[in-house]
């Protein structure tokens, strides 16, 4: 099972992740980043980051980037009426 690491990257600081997750592939990968990003804006509101600036830059093994995903985008995502 691949393995992709989700780092974090903001205006503000830049968060590696050293440790990563296996998952099936990267539909998997985007699941997860999606749910940790809405997690991080939900539970840390009141932290003194400008989530609108971040984005997880998510690699694979070899430190290749496999997709960025941007939380702007998961708070326009969210917001769309179904």
Known sequence: ???Y???LRCAERD???TTG???ADPDQAWEAARA???DLMEMQSDAHV???TCHFEVTDEAGEIVFDLSFAEIVEV???PN
């Open 50 to 52: 400008n989530w609108m």
């Open 36 to 38: 940790t990003a809405r």
């Open 15 to 17: 968060v590696t992740d």
């Open 21 to 23: 997750a296996d998952l």
């Open 1 to 3: 099972m691949p393995r």
């Open 5 to 7: 690491f989700f780092h």
């Open 78 to 80: 969210k917001q769309k």
